[in-house]
C-alpha cells in the first residue's frame, strides 16, 4: 500500500520510466510499439496536484456515506466548500470529516455526520473552526493488501 | 516588470499548515542539531528573539511564552516550496526559483501594473487557500527593487500583501525610509563603506553617482546602484554558482563506535554524492572531517583532503576513499561529537578527461550508479546502498529528532488522520 501512494504522490513528477531496449531484439518488430498509452489512475484523481494532499481516516461517524475507518482520502484545498461537501475540517483542535451544510437562510453552518450513532454539529462563532479542505475521493480497500 | 515571490516566515508557516492550533502562538523551527533558530513566527519576533541564537538561550523565554519549537522538517518544507513554485510557473513565461521560499516572476507579458498587481493579489489568495501559506508579492522594474517592494508588502497590513512599486515617486518614497544594509547585495563590507562615506538609507547611496558607486564597491555594487535606479541588470542565474557542497552534523551523544561513525559518514557521501550528480557535475577534492567537542579544550580531529585524479560523482568510489581515510585515523575511545563532507573543485560532468593508467571500470561504475540511484528514486533514498549494515536503533540514536514534525505530504505513515 506504501508503494501505490509513493506513486500517487508523486503523479506529477516525471516517474523514470523501465524502458525496453528494442533493438536488442533480433525478431520481427512488435506493430503494437508505438502504442504507449495508458490509463493512469492518479490523472483521474488528481486534479490540482499542487494542493492536493491525503489524509487516513479513523473512526465510522460517517460509514453510510461510505466513508470507513482505515480509508486514505484525498483532499484537495482549492474547492471552494459547498453545502452538501464532505470537508476535512479543524474544529476545536482536531482534524474530522463530516458533510457541510451551510443554511442559507439561517446563516449556520452544520458538520453532519453519516452514522444514527451521532450527532451533527453546529458551528458557532466560538468553535476555533476552518474548513481545512474538500475531499474528493475515498481509496477503500476491499482486500488486504 | 518582476515581481518577488517571498514566502511569510516560511518554514514556521509549513509546521503550521499541518497544526492550525498554532496559528496565533509562537513558534520557532531550529537547524538540525545545532539548535538555533532558523525561522520565528510574527509573535517570536515581536518578543526580540534574533535569528540564528542557539536555543538553549532563550529556553527561559520559551518557556515564559510557551514558545512551540520544532527541529527542521525539510522533506515537508520542499514539498510545500514546489508547489508553491509550480503554482507561480503556470502565470510566468518565465520562473527563477531563487530560493526555496523565494521566486522572481517575469510579467513582462501583462499589458500594465494593475493588471500584474491583479495577477499577484490572485496568486496570492490561491496559495494561502490551496497551500495554506501566506506569501508576499514586490513588483518592480528590478528585481533588487522587487526586494525592497515585497518587504513593504510584508511588514505593513495595508498593502495586503503586495506592493507594486511601479513608478519613480513610489520608488523614491520606498527608498527614503529603507536601510542601505537591507538592500539585496550590499554585505556587511558594503555597508561599513556606505557608512563611513555617510550613507544610511538606499535612496542616499541611489543619488550618489554610478562612479562614486564603482570606486567604492566595483562592479557588484555598480549592478546594485542601477537596479535602484531601476535598470535591470542582475540575472539571479549569474551569481556566482555554489562552489563548495557540504553535508555536516553534530552528534546528539559523542559517537566512540566506529561503525557507527562509518555508517553517518558513508550517508553524508550518499547525500553530497548524489546532489553533484543531480546538478551533473564531478567533483576533484573532497574534505572529510571529524572532531570531538569544541567546548573542551582538548579538541581532537580527523581532517584530511582526498584528492582523486580523476574527477568522479561516484558514492561507491567516494564513500571508500573516504572511509579508508577515517578508519586509519580514528582513534578508540575518543568522543567524537561533529563530523562532514566538504566537496571541493566541484565542475561540469562533461569531457571529463581520462587517465591512461586508470584501474577503474568507469562505464561499469556508471552503470551501476545509474541502476542504484533508480532503485533509490523509486522505492525510497537508502533502499539501496554503500552504507555499512548498522541495526537501525543504534543508528537512530545519532541525532536528537525529537521535535521534528511528521512528513505529512511525502510518507503515506505520515499523512495526518482525521477524527471521524
Redesign the interface.
Known amino acids: 500500500?506504501?508503494?501505490q501512494?509513493?506513486h500517487l504522490?508523486q503523479a506529477?513528477q516525471a516517474?523514470?520510466e523501465l524502458v525496453l531496449a528494442e533493438h536488442l531484439h533480433a525478431g520481427f518488430p512488435s506493430p503494437a510499439s508505438d502504442c504507449t498509452e495508458r490509463i493512469d489512475i492518479t490523472r483521474e484523481i488528481i486534479h490540482?496536484?499542487?494542493?492536493t494532499?491525503?489524509?487516513?481516516?479513523?473512526?465510522?461517524?460517517?460509514r453510510d456515506a461510505g466513508?470507513f475507518?482505515g480509508d486514505?482520502?484525498v483532499i484537495d484545498?482549492?474547492l471552494p466548500a459547498s453545502d452538501g461537501d464532505y470537508v476535512?475540517a479543524?474544529i476545536d483542535?482536531?482534524?474530522?470529516?463530516?458533510e457541510f451544510r451551510f443554511d442559507q437562510a439561517g446563516q449556520s453552518a452544520w458538520l453532519v455526520p453519516h452514522n444514527p450513532a451521532y450527532s451533527p454539529i453546529r458551528v458557532t462563532e466560538e468553535n476555533?473552526f476552518?474548513i481545512?479542505g474538500v475531499i474528493t475521493h475515498t481509496i477503500h480497500h476491499v482486500r488486504p493488501v | 516588470m518582476f515581481a518577488l515571490c517571498d514566502c511569510n516566515n516560511f518554514f514556521v508557516s509549513c509546521e503550521r499548515v499541518f497544526r492550525?492550533?498554532l496559528r496565533d502562538k509562537p513558534v520557532v523551527v531550529l537547524s538540525g542539531n545545532d539548535g538555533c533558530v532558523v525561522a520565528r513566527s510574527n509573535e517570536v519576533k515581536q518578543l526580540g528573539i534574533k535569528m540564528g541564537v542557539p536555543f538553549y538561550q532563550i529556553k527561559p523565554l520559551a518557556e515564559k511564552y510557551g514558545i512551540v519549537h520544532f527541529s527542521s522538517n525539510f522533506p515537508l518544507y520542499g514539498d510545500l516550496s514546489s508547489?508553491?513554485m509550480?503554482?507561480l510557473a503556470r502565470h510566468t513565461p518565465y520562473l527563477e526559483q531563487y530560493s526555496i521560499d523565494e521566486a522572481f516572476l517575469d510579467l513582462s507579458h501583462l499589458p500594465d501594473t494593475s493588471s500584474m498587481h491583479a495577477l499577484c493579489v490572485r496568486l496570492r489568495a490561491?496559495i494561502l487557500?490551496?497551500?495554506?501559506l501566506p506569501v508576499s508579492f514586490g513588483i518592480a522594474p528590478t528585481k533588487t527593487l522587487c526586494k525592497v517592494a515585497a518587504d513593504y508588502a510584508k511588514h505593513y497590513a495595508g498593502y495586503r500583501g503586495v506592493c507594486a512599486m511601479d513608478t519613480p515617486d513610489k520608488r523614491i518614497i520606498a527608498l527614503k525610509d529603507y536601510p542601505v544594509e537591507d538592500v539585496w547585495g550590499i554585505g556587511r563590507r558594503s555597508t561599513a563603506k556606505l557608512q563611513a562615506a555617510g550613507i544610511t538609507t538606499a535612496l542616499q547611496f541611489a543619488e550618489h553617482s554610478e562612479t562614486f558607486a564603482r570606486n567604492l564597491l566595483n562592479q557588484p555594487g555598480v549592478n546594485t546602484w542601477r537596479e535602484l535606479n531601476g535598470e535591470a541588470c542582475i540575472e539571479t542565474t549569474d551569481l556566482p554558482e555554489k562552489q563548495t557542497i557540504t553535508c555536516s552534523r553534530t552528534f546528539a551523544h559523542p559517537v566512540t563506535d566506529l561503525n557507527l561513525l562509518e555508517q553517518a559518514l558513508a550517508e553524508f557521501c550518499d547525500n553530497v554524492a548524489r546532489k553533484l550528480r543531480s546538478q551533473h557535475s564531478v567533483c576533484r577534492q573532497m574534505l572529510v572531517f571529524v572532531h570531538t567537542s569544541r567546548f573542551n579544550d582538548d579538541v581532537r580531529f580527523i581532517q584530511q583532503t582526498i584528492t582523486f585524479a580523476i574527477p568522479t560523482a561516484n558514492t561507491q568510489e567516494m564513500t571508500a576513499a573516504l572511509l579508508r581515510t577515517v578508519c586509519g585515523q580514528w582513534r578508540p575511545e575518543t568522543p567524537y561529537k561533529r563530523a562532514g563532507v566538504i566537496l571541493m573543485s566541484i565542475e561540469s560532468d562533461n569531457g571529463v578527461q581520462q587517465a591512461l593508467f586508470d584501474t577503474r571500470d568507469r562505464e561499469r561504475d556508471q552503470r551501476l550508479q545509474q541502476a542504484l540511484d533508480?532503485i533509490n528514486?523509486?522505492?525510497?533514498k537508502r533502499t539501496v546502498g554503500f552504507t555499512p549494515n548498522i541495526p537501525t536503533d543504534k543508528a537512530a540514536g545519532l541525532y536528537n529528532i525529537g521535535a521534528k514534525s511528521p512528513a505529512?505530504?511525502?510518507r503515506?505513515?505520515d499523512?495526518?488522520?482525521?477524527?471521524?
Not at chain 1, 490540482?48 to 494542493?51: F, Q, R
Not at chain 1, 494532499?53 to 460517517?62: E, K, L, P, T, V
Not at chain 1, 483542535?93 to 463530516?98: D, N, S
Request: charged share 25%.
Open positions: 500500500m506504501s508503494e501512494l509513493t504522490t506529477d516517474t523514470p490540482h496536484p499542487e494542493t494532499f491525503y489524509a487516513r481516516i479513523d473512526g465510522d461517524s460517517m466513508i475507518s486514505l482520502v484545498r482549492s476535512a479543524y483542535g482536531e482534524f474530522t470529516v463530516k476555533a476552518i481545512w | 492550525p492550533d508547489r508553491i509550480r503554482t490561491d487557500k490551496g497551500i495554506g533508480l528514486n523509486r522505492h525510497g505529512y505530504t511525502t503515506l505513515q499523512i495526518i488522520t482525521l477524527k471521524c
